[in-house]
């Protein structure tokens, strides 16, 4: 049995709102390592509100922006901060929020402080007309995983020389198999 605690009232703290809030800042800064949070601060300082900052971690940093500015963010993160190549492009539907998440997970080989680094570069697209620009001219690595995002979850990636079918048959009429709604037929 699930005991009734509606007239327990919270404890009221010693502490005042200011102090708990400047401890919670101390914390975080304590939290965030330096060289992500320095690469943060070059792309915010660079484009200001076109970045949202989802995460900081270490050796993990996930970022959102606008469809219209993920080329120039992600030839500036290319150019000026190492990111030189897309390990992988992933997915993601949202239908109660009726959008689509693609994720640019971002490494470097030619420079040995990011080895260990992944910058992830997300933007969203409505999921009726799911269309995104390419990144393809920017990281050539993401031809087949830009083709896979497309084939699977319906993302058309404008500029991509190839948005054909990669996996699934080339007469496959159905929905994307990894939209939320997708089921396999007879189950």
Same mark, same amino acid.
């Given at each position: ?7 327990? $009232? ?57 469809? $219209? ?119």
């Amino acid at each position: 049995m699930i005991p009734d605690n509606s007239n327990i $009232e919270p404890k009221q703290s010693s502490r005042s709102k200011d102090s708990l809030a400047a401890s919670t800042n101390e914390v975080k800064s304590k939290i965030v390592p330096d060289f992500e949070q320095n690469i943060v601060s070059t792309l915010t300082s660079e484009f200001l509100d076109k970045i949202e900052t989802i995460y900081v971690r270490p050796m993990r940093i996930k970022i959102r922006v606008q469809p $219209e500015d993920i080329i120039s963010i992600a030839t500036f993160i290319k150019s000026k901060l190492g990111f030189d190549h897309a390990e992988s492009v992933a997915g993601v539907d949202f239908p109660k929020d009726n959008q689509i998440e693609v994720v640019y997970h971002l490494g470097s080989y030619s420079r040995d402080d990011l080895l260990p680094q992944i910058l992830a570069l997300s933007t969203r697209t409505n999921r009726d007309d799911a269309r995104l620009p390419s990144l393809i001219n920017v990281f050539k690595s993401v031809e087949y995983h830009e083709r896979e995002t497309f084939e699977m979850i319906g993302v058309y990636f404008e500029g991509h020389p190839r948005n054909e079918r990669f996996l699934l048959p080339e007469d496959w009429a159905d929905i994307p198999p990894l939209r939320k709604e997708f089921r396999i037929k007879g189950r």
